[in-house]
Each structure stands twice: as C-alpha cells, then as structure tokens.
C-alpha cells in the first residue's frame, strides 16, 4: 500500500520558515518524481515546486529564491524548506509521487498558515 505522509506545517508569521517533510511508503521511491502543490481557500490548486528522480528542479515563480525542494533517497523523503513567507503562502501543502500517469500517489496534506 502506497502511503505518502506530510508533516511540518503549522502557523508562522509573515517572515518566517518552516520545513515540510513527505515520508513515502509503498513505492520505490527514488525512480519518482515528486512534486509539492498548495490549495489556498478559494483558489485552485497549484505547482509550487517539483523534483526528477535525478534531482532537477523546478518552482513556482512567486517562490522562487525563497522555497528549496529537495529529496533524500535513503530514507524516501521529501522536504521543502519554506524561508520568507509570506501571508499570501498560506495554503495546504501536499506532496506527490508521480512514475507515469498511471502511478500518481498524494498525501493528505499539511496547513501552512502565515499570519501576524
């Protein structure tokens, strides 16, 4: 059974890190690629950083110079560390697995909330 577990959100203030992590289960993990989305209250949900299996990268305009994806094959693991945030941040994160589209696996999510 595939099971991809999100954790590290929280409330921060305008300014702020945080670090989400997604632990992978059930998949052979370093083959896939991996992606963090958000969806904010009201809007749909987004892109907001992505990782090959052989680590290139990818973000999201707004994030860029300030969110760094990145993975750890030895332990299925994937973390995005969130610096600056902004109020307009606030959303759930989710993270992705993604072989081909017929092997595409989401985690539960975790809130970020930025506020003061």
């Known amino acids: 059974q595939v099971q991809l577990v999100e954790s590290g959100g929280g409330l921060v203030q305008p300014g702020g890190s945080l670090r989400l992590s997604c632990v992978a289960s059930?998949?052979?993990?370093?083959?896939?690629?991996m992606g963090w989305f958000r969806r904010a209250p009201g809007k749909e949900r987004e892109l907001v950083a992505h990782?090959?299996?052989?680590?290139?990268?990818d973000y999201l305009d707004s994030v860029k110079g300030r969110f760094t994806i990145s993975r750890n094959n030895a332990n299925n693991t994937l973390y995005l560390e969130m610096n600056s945030l902004k109020p307009e941040d606030t959303a759930v994160y989710y993270c992705?697995?993604?072989?081909?589209?017929?092997?595409?696996?989401w985690g539960q999510g975790t809130q970020v909330t930025v506020s003061s």
């Open positions: 990782i090959t299996g052989g680590g290139s990268t």
């Open positions: 992705r697995a993604m072989a081909t589209s017929a092997f595409v696996y």
């Open positions: 059930g998949i052979i993990f370093r083959i896939y690629d």
